[in-house]
């Protein structure tokens, strides 16, 4: 069973920064693919950024340039670092690991609140 513990939420004021991570139970490599989703206040989940086991990345139009996501491999955990936060990015924060059999698996959540 794969197990992903998120940390790093909190509360802030627009403008400001926190620093998500994801530690999985497996190596990184044995995903296809790792990333992080966000579901606000009465709003679908959404995903916000992604990372391939090639390292390529993708991010939701509303957080390109402010959000970066990263991996460690040695520590088989990824990170989402956000900047200049907007009251908009209020959410629970998941992290979501796909295997290469396209099984997913997703983190327990972290609550991100950004006060204007």
């Known amino acids: 069973q794969v197990q992903l513990v998120e940390s790093g939420g909190g509360l802030v004021q627009a403008g400001g920064s926190l620093r998500l991570s994801c530690a999985a139970s497996r190596t990184f490599f044995s995903f296809n693919a790792m990333g992080w989703y966000r579901q606000g206040p009465g709003k679908q989940r959404e995903l916000v950024a992604i990372?391939?086991?090639?390292?390529?990345?993708n991010y939701a139009d509303s957080v390109k340039g402010r959000f970066t996501i990263s991996r460690d491999n040695a520590k088989n955990t990824v990170y989402l670092q956000m900047n200049s936060l907007k009251p908009e990015d209020t959410a629970v924060y998941y992290c979501n690991a796909k295997n290469w059999q396209s099984r997913e698996y997703w983190g327990q959540g972290t609550q991100v609140t950004v006060s204007s």
């Open positions: 990372i391939t086991s090639g390292g390529s990345t």
